[in-house]
């Protein structure tokens, strides 16, 4: 079967999940998103460009995330499209009406793509097979299945810190059973050519037979962390907190959060890198969250630009 | 008493119900819309248009109606307005704020058009005699009263499947009881000459005295349907299903529900129009929702098209 | 200690209040509000300018006020800014993160300017402490605290029909304890000049030591208004009127509500104004607020263009 992500010549027509891309893919939408980066002052300036002028993005969002719908309608505006966003929690399927007769009627108003949030896994997709050619989808988020986005936004820091994929050990640490955070690391990590990837949970927060994604699972911190160049802290979600997979969110920080102490396994340059929101004192205590190797906040930076590129690579594609 | 629609000089100042408008300014409004839409392709397309740049629109809704407010950003936003969106329901008005008062501050704040949504009949008629001379009002849907710029696009489907009004047999289907859209419908089809209107309903869910709008009535689907050219059918409220006006949703759909079978009376090329959210199963069978007389996706593309045409009438007309 | 406000070369970093502010740097904001209104045609007309094209304006409103963020994003759209509308009660801050760590988000994103509206008091200034210097920030209420925006287009009221301030004699009356908009009035109205500010209240509703702030303090409508040129009323929030501190709003009417019976003290050219929205019936009688000498939706036009004045001096000044 075709990847549904992929037109016939090969080019992207929707980023639905990091699974199954190619690392050309991957690699060219890392080039693009450079371009919208001016370094040279020192701070990273994203600036507005005219590439979407014109054209209609609808941020559809059956999951509420103000910050993740902010990101994305940052960067169609500083691409010039036209934003509109709908919160359909409160809308027409509330009235009864079926999740693909939304999306026909939202394509015969002319959207020319859509930022998808859905809690159900393969919401995304469900939609992209259903769209007319010319129209674009991008998930910004289903279920626990994939977050695309963010696994790229991801690969860009690290390459921005790291210069290479191919010679570096890299950890993701936390609640990896219900994250699509990780899963998408996870992909875009081993497709790019990172030789070690680990993952680091306690047994209640681990798929079954995560290893069969080319992962090597470790319990303990320390040992799990030892000379990796860079950490992915996870979000711990508020309601696993309470639930009966952990004891409590003090035990879990002691086992878990990442903590100077523990960060000191690590290689001395080591980065620290979390999607937020950050939970602190939970999975992160704030002298690392704060700290000089936390890249955390230019992940937030890089994000818009890899939007931009996802949005503009999109919109440049023929069916 | 004048129209408090037009101007002195005939023309349209605000858009507030079908009823009692000219066919020379309903005619007008669908050739401008058909200005908006490019159909060389085989698929419509609507480009963008500087006619409303620097303009603020404000959609002012004190009833919640995601789908709706969509259509008019979108118009507005394709003439290049500046759109304010005001959910007024978790505002002022909440706060005390009589709605004259709510609409005496927007206007100070220089709005050149209000699209207004409220639970109230007229409302926006109330609006508009408040508002001055240089602010036009569009309604979209009050109360039980009028709902035009959906009755306009229905009447540019129309036209643009049949070509003609004047050879027409039209049935409207359903709750014309509770619906603006019926009412709004009834008044644009008899003004552009149709010659025969049916409404087909239970009397439970027809107005006392419908005949005196110039309809003829069914209570049969069958017979209502007969060689008719177009069925526009209604949407069943909800809160419909649960009260005292139907047995059950069951039982309406199978005496009022529009099939394949049913539909088999109407003339062979009649089309099927919907102003959704369907209910699927309920008022309509996705037999014939997604079957080949239906055209109801076209009504959406129609639906923006007609929205700039009537803004971008408004804001060219003089008090 | 600096004030927060200035940069070192004394030109204007952020808005947070108007205590502390130079003289010099209200009139120059009342200036160049006065650029951005043509009186030409009799009605004030607000025309949209270039100056913030490219730029990110951010409503970050963790507290909900629809009519204030409307105007900030008006006057942000006239500017030609992209405004985010950030609704933070529903977003992050809700799944534990902290303010700061939120606002660090936001300026990632590269925000050049965030308007913020907080049921706290200081939360603004602890913003604008904590930003990069390439970001300004507006606030538009904090609390008790202030308001600095509705003062200056309180005191653009005042100056555009009295013309001076140093012969001027003001009544602010109403809800003092609990306004953080009769604390920014006072400190502009002194700054400006105003040789003679008096508070009017009941005892329950003002602070203790009101005098100190360089007011005068009347507890008598009619003594308290003999001879004034403009009466500020303030807003009694409804939560007060069913609280302990006052013993009905019908009561309060009797005694405080500004009537033309009570308003006939003032001087025969008397101004009266108020920030809305204005529970009639209550502080203000409708025959007064809709009366001659009422100029309160004339402050909603010029609030526009004072909130524009501020956004683009902000945009200009180097830190």
């Keep these: 079967m075709r990847n549904p992500q992929l037109n016939q010549d090969g080019s992207l027509q929707h980023l639905l999940s990091t699974e199954g891309l190619p690392a050309r893919i991957l690699r ?76 026909d009627n939202l394509c015969a108003m002319h959207a020319d793509m859509f930022i998808v949030r859905h809690s159900q896994s393969g919401a995304a997709h469900l939609i992209a097979r259903h769209v007319a050619p010319d129209i674009h989808v991008i998930n910004a988020g289903d279920g626990r299945h994939a977050h695309p986005t963010q696994a790229l936004l991801d690969m860009y820091t690290i390459r921005h810190y790291k210069k290479e994929f191919h010679n570096l050990r890299v950890a993701i640490v936390g609640d ?55 950490v992915l802290m996870l979000r711990l979600q508020n309601e ?33 890198m979390h999607p937020g929101p950050m939970n602190r004192g939970v999975e992160i205590d704030s002298a690392v969250a704060d700290g000089p190797r936390s890249v955390i906040l230019s992940q937030v930076t890089f994000g818009i630009a890899v939007r931009m590129a996802v949005m503009s690579t999109l919109i440049g594609s023929k069916a």
Tied chains: 1, 2, 3.
Aim: without cysteine; proline residues 4%; aromatic residues 6%.
């Design 28 to 103: 060219e939408l890392l080039d693009k998103a450079s371009t919208f980066i001016d370094d040279s002052s020192g701070t990273p300036e994203i600036r507005k460009v005219p590439l979407l002028a014109g054209k209609s993005v609808f941020n559809i969002f059956f999951e509420n995330s103000t910050r993740t719908r902010t990101t994305f309608e940052i960067a169609a505006k500083r691409l010039s499209a036209d934003v509109v966003n709908l919160n359909i929690g409160s809308s027409s399927t509330s009235k009864g009406e079926t999740l693909l007769d939304t999306v």
């Design 176 to 230: 990896v059973l219900h994250s699509r955070v990780a899963r998408s690391q996870i992909h875009a990590l081993t497709t790019l050519g990172v030789p070690e990837v680990r993952v680091i949970a306690p047994k209640t927060l681990l798929p079954s037979h995560v290893e069969k994604m080319g992962v090597h699972v470790y319990h303990d911190m320390r040992q799990g962390l030892r000379d990796v160049d860079a």
């Design 240 to 272: 696993r907190m309470q639930g009966a997979l952990l004891p409590s969110a003090q035990e879990y920080f002691k086992y878990y959060g990442l903590t100077e102490e523990k960060l000191a396994y690590a290689k001395p340059d080591a980065i620290v």
